[in-house]
């Protein structure tokens, strides 16, 4: 018999479960909580709870190359990253922004996107846990994938202030909420 199971006492283990949470300071950012959310044989990966910068995710309008062109692509691993603990930065694999896959499914908006492969996670099947916070007020935040060139060559997804999927230009600040995959 498989029995639910909500931890509702704090206590030092090795094995992370998805829901499990961990804090992070960041240096120059602040402390923040990220959560698992999907756990395998070689690694963790978290998905921070709130926004930590806003940030465009390019300086001109386009999103040619991609999210892994992006100049927030570059802003992750060249400044967020170096502001992690050096305890924790030497076990991160990798540090991105979430899908739309990931986050929302894939349901008929998705079909402007660039296609991912990924499941939802289960905790965003919730509309509520995408709602996301950044210095006191709702805020919207970037996905990875760019619209189709059919739809516009200058926008990528993102997650609306209410938790519902939309599409802005590449220079627009909308948050940054990454995820980070931790080697075990």
């Given at each position: 018999m498989k029995l639910k199971v909500t931890r509702k006492v704090e206590f030092k283990t090795e094995d992370i479960c998805v829901g499990d949470q961990i804090t992070v300071k960041l240096k120059g950012y602040g402390k923040y909580t990220a959560t698992a959310q999907r756990v395998t044989a070689d690694g963790v990966l978290f998905l921070f709870d709130d926004v930590i910068a806003r940030h465009c995710m390019n300086e001109v309008n386009t999103n040619e190359g991609g999210f892994d062109k992006s100049n927030i692509a570059r802003w992750l691993y060249n400044v967020l990253l170096p502001s992690f603990p050096a305890k924790l930065r030497n076990k991160v694999r990798e540090i991105t922004l979430p899908t739309y896959g990931e986050i929302l499914g894939h349901d008929d908006f998705y079909e402007n996107f660039e296609p991912d492969d990924d499941e939802q996670f289960e905790s965003m099947k919730r509309r509520g846990n995408r709602v996301c916070d950044f210095n006191g007020d709702w805020c919207s935040w970037w996905l990875r994938n760019a619209t189709k060139?059919?739809?516009?060559?200058?926008?990528?997804?993102?997650?609306?202030?209410?938790?519902g999927a939309a599409y802005d230009g590449a220079t627009d600040s909308d948050g940054g909420?990454?995820?980070f995959w931790l080697v075990r």
């Open positions: 060139k059919e739809v516009s060559s200058a926008c990528f997804a993102y997650v609306s202030a209410d938790g909420r990454p995820e």
